[in-house]
RNA sequence: GGCCCGUUGGUGAAACGGUUUAACACACUGCCCUUUCACGGCAGCAUUUACGGGUUCAAAUCCCGUGCGGGUCACCA
């Protein structure tokens, strides 16, 4: 029996060989410097931080290199796998407008994209190892497996599958084939060339090089179901779709020497790796990795509902991939993230710590640079998402809403207060009657003054005409008669002498109308209100 | 336990042996502006880079050790 022979005994069904698919699959013509790199998720969930954090670096760098991102899904474990996984992480993607230039559901030339479709080709290179002696058929039982452990740990020896403890290596071909043809289960092994002894070298973009040892490990390469482990269809795909950064988190730091032999033994180019830190979140007194199951802002779904735009979020992880971004973005807030060019050796090697005051900054400082006009049409989509009662008013009343969102935006200042699409709610639901009729806040409170003398303002004072600067100078002249002053220096000297300043009177009017002590521009406020709300408002006061 | 990584203020961080009395941003505090709250402006906020040694004329930066935190050791990715 040849060594070609053996390996389709092993492996038998196997429609093409190896160099079939190394023929198949041409090198991609693209500029010198150009980075293809990839999201390659396992469909047992929907996309967290983590996933937008890792496809956003990825897609920045393949974008500003001209490069290709793309899709593809890992879908080697069926065991964990949700009901429709590949579909609901597409979708994810969709929501978070990442974009991909081929994958899975983009199409490409590279496919298929979704691994359990590619049974072929691992185990077309499966069996290059198998004849090539680099590989070999493991009967053991998840028992046997244990006991190995057993004994190791007995012995202090390091855990694994790898020199004398590997046995299945040293079986005879002629046992192999009479167990094969006894119907006995088995799975391949590598048969590993390296040493522990030995160094192998990780030259990472982030961390620099990290020396560790050899794999020595006879690692599982096609499991039970014909299909391969993460290890070998990483080392498979990423060379047959020409990747040439992956770019994912430092977990697999220390299955790289594993990944390095993988390469080696299977003659093919190693790509460039970057190894990027979890983000963590503060518990306590602790600070650990951010988890989908304690943090509920880790899953993308959260932001969706409080309505924090993901433009917002995506400029949030641009300041933790570079933090030279912030600034730069500062002076060129009308650019994107895609017209900074990031770069690997800025990126820290920690994990930074996930701040929500400072994503909340981030965004209040985001909507204050949108027009009212964008605002609005997110908000029509938000609230027809979550809120139907608001959807109904903001949708009856787009001229008004237009003009509420309007006030103290543009300009060099524009008001910072809105940092969600669930903001607008909570900072203006006093500008609908249907809202502030049924809402049951009490009134904040504040010096009152006779009902009749603010209806005196009202009827007699108050023109919905006057310019901002001529309404508030009769304000003052009004509330100066009343005992309000509007200088402000002398009420300071001496207090007693006046029943407030024109702030103070401004206040009762405030809290009449919103119930609250803060509120944007009132001038602004009373006349999109306009005169008989104000005059409502009033009565409803003192009623 | 083995292997690997990290450790700069409340947070993200800059600094890559001397231009550092450790940038910048967020948060916080105070003042100013002001029709409120914000925004904005100004100022304050690490006597010092986890700790201990060493190398050097010079260390946050290089080396060693300790502590602490993290990752990883599956027929899971």
């Given at each position: 029996m040849t060594n070609k022979e053996y390996a389709d005994f092993l492996l038998p069904g196997v429609e093409h060989d190896y160099q079939y698919y190394l023929d198949k699959y041409k090198p991609r013509d693209l500029d010198k410097d150009a980075i293809v790199t990839r999201a390659a998720p396992s469909p047992?969930?929907?996309?967290?931080?983590?996933?937008?954090?890792?496809?956003?670096?990825?897609?920045?760098?393949a974008k500003q290199t001209k490069g290709v991102m793309f899709l593809r899904i890992e879908d080697t474990d069926h065991k964990r796998e949700i009901e429709n996984g590949p579909e609901s992480i597409v979708e994810d993607f969709k929501n978070l407008e990442i974009d991909f230039d081929e994958g899975y559901s983009f199409g490409g030339e590279y496919g298929p994209y979704l691994q359990s479709e590619r049974k072929d080709i691992y185990q077309a290179f499966a069996k290059k190892l198998i004849e090539n002696d680099l590989a070999y058929p493991c009967f053991c039982s998840a028992e046997e497996l244990d006991e190995i452990r057993k004994l190791q740990e007995a012995k202090k020896a390091r855990i694994g599958y790898y020199g004398k403890y590997a046995k299945c290596r040293y079986i005879p071909r002629e046992e192999v084939v009479k167990r094969v043809n006894a119907g006995e289960k088995y799975i391949i092994r590598l048969k590993s060339p390296g040493s522990f002894y030995n160094k192998c070298c990780l030259h990472d973009l982030i961390r620099g090089d990290i020396e560790m040892p050899e794999n020595d490990m006879d690692i599982v390469v096609i499991k039970a179901d014909g299909l391969p482990t993460y290890h070998f269809a990483h080392a498979v795909d990423d060379s047959l779709m020409f990747t040439t950064h992956i770019i994912r988190g430092d977990e697999w730091v220390a299955s790289y020497p594993i990944h390095d032999q993988l390469f080696k033994v299977l003659e093919f180019p190693l790509p460039n790796y970057a190894h990027i830190s979890p983000m963590n979140v503060k518990d306590g007194d602790s600070i650990r990795k951010l988890s989908k199951r304690k943090d509920p802002w880790a899953a993308m779904s959260y932001y969706d509902e409080a309505g924090i735009p993901k433009d917002a979020i995506k400029l949030y992880l641009a300041t933790l991939i570079n933090s030279n971004f912030e600034e730069w973005y500062n002076q060129n807030s009308d650019k994107s993230i895609y017209d900074f060019t990031f770069s690997f050796?800025?990126?820290?090697?920690?994990?930074?710590?996930f701040d929500v005051e400072k994503l909340d900054n981030i965004s209040k400082t985001y909507f204050s640079r949108l027009s009212a006009e964008t605002i609005y049409?997110?908000?029509?989509?938000?609230?027809?998402?979550?809120?139907?009662?608001?959807?109904?008013?903001?949708?009856?009343?787009?001229?008004?809403?237009?003009?509420?969102?309007?006030?103290?935006?543009?300009?060099?200042?524009?008001?910072?207060?809105?940092?969600?699409?669930?903001?607008?709610?909570?900072?203006?639901?006093?500008?609908?009657?249907?809202?502030?009729?049924?809402?049951?806040?009490?009134?904040?409170?504040?010096?009152?003054?006779?009902?009749?003398?603010?209806?005196?303002?009202?009827?007699?004072?108050?023109?919905?005409?006057?310019?901002?600067?001529?309404w508030f100078n009769k304000v003052k002249e009004f509330a100066e008669k009343y005992g309000y002053t509007s200088n402000r220096k002398e009420y300071k000297a001496n207090p007693d002498n006046f029943k407030g300043t024109t702030a103070d009177f401004c206040k009762v009017i405030r809290i009449i109308i919103t119930k609250k002590n803060m509120s944007p521009n009132l001038y602004e406020i009373i006349k999109i209100l306009g005169v008989e709300t104000l005059k409502k408002r009033i009565e409803l006061f003192y009623k």
């Open positions: 047992t969930g929907k996309l967290h931080m983590g996933s937008l954090m890792q496809s956003l670096i990825s897609s920045l760098y050796d800025k990126m820290s090697v920690t994990g930074p710590i049409n997110h908000l029509v989509e938000y609230t027809s998402k979550y809120d139907d009662e608001f959807n109904k008013l903001v949708v009856n009343n787009k001229e008004k809403m237009i003009n509420i969102l309007n006030i103290e935006r543009g300009g060099e200042k524009p008001r910072k207060d809105i940092a969600s699409y669930s903001d607008v709610k909570k900072y203006f639901w006093y500008m609908f009657d249907e809202l502030f009729d049924k809402n049951t806040d009490s009134y904040e409170e504040f010096n009152p003054i006779g009902k009749e003398i603010l209806l005196e303002y009202v009827n007699n004072v108050y023109d919905i005409n006057d310019s901002e600067e001529e």
